[in-house]
């Protein structure tokens, strides 16, 4: 079972990102670039998506604890909003420009990764040191819980900004 999760698992999240990646590079000089644009639609189903993917992979971290590394489940997990972020880059090099958002999403944006960096600081005190120490969390779950946090946290904060203003 454990080659399973090494031999096709580990390749079927690495290579699709590698191949998105090079495509970014090549769709953007063909026609479909003019259909590439983040609109408010898109802009709030990736915060959805990744407050959605970030629950469920905090879920599977403390309901399968060691399993999620060993079996790649936390990075299946945010796969779908890896993808989404993903088409930024295309849209950024069909656009020959990183201001893809409009004025009100890009201060939601920069205010959200603010936010996020302290609020990143306080989950990390506050949460994640009791944790280890009460041996709740093992230590390679830290990376895991982090990333998760940290898109959990960073849409939450985006997509309240984006429907208050």
Not at 144 to 153: A, H, K, Q, W
Request: with cysteine.
């Amino acid at each position: 079972m454990e080659s399973i999760y090494h031999n096709f698992i580990g390749p079927f999240i690495f290579f699709p990102l590698i191949i998105l990646i090079l495509l970014a590079f090549i769709l953007p000089k063909t026609k479909l670039s003019k259909h590439f644009k983040v609109t408010e639609k898109y802009f709030i189903i990736t915060n959805i998506v990744g407050i959605i993917c970030s629950v469920l992979g905090l879920i599977a971290i403390f309901t399968f604890s060691p399993d999620v590394v060993r079996t790649y489940l936390w990075k299946i997990i945010i796969i779908p909003y890896a993808y989404l972020q993903m088409y930024h880059i295309y849209v950024m090099v069909a656009k020959k420009t990183t201001q893809i958002y409009d004025e009100k999403q890009e201060f939601n944006t920069t205010t959200g990764a603010g936010l996020t960096l302290g609020a990143t600081i306080l989950i990390m005190g506050w949460i994640i040191i009791p944790l280890l120490k009460n041996n709740l969390l093992e230590i390679k779950l830290i990376f895991p819980l982090y990333i998760n946090s940290v898109i959990f946290t960073f849409s939450l904060i985006t997509l309240f900004l984006f429907k208050r203003a």
